[in-house]
């Protein structure tokens, strides 16, 4: 099964949170782009979109409020692996 097949299957509660992760993630890739971070994870720049494509197709795109909350939650994670990397 490929990963578009495999978002197919999720439930729309499922398919919002896989969104808002990946607009966060997104948002994380164009931050480093630009020279406002460095590390960080890799980013599927193109697995992120077509999660984002099939939340658009059945309408469970995330809130503003839940990409920020999702943003926060992942500077967060980031700062504890930095940390953790540099003791």
Sequence with gaps: M?????????GDGELRRVATSARALLLLHAAR?????????SIDVDRCEDCLALAGERDVLPTGDEVDAAVAEL?????????????
């Design 75 to 87: 500077i967060v994670g980031l700062n504890a692996e930095f940390a953790r990397a540099a003791s």
């Design 33 to 41: 782009e630009y020279g406002f971070v460095r590390g960080g994870p």
């Design 2 to 10: 490929n990963g578009q097949a495999a978002l197919s299957l999720l």
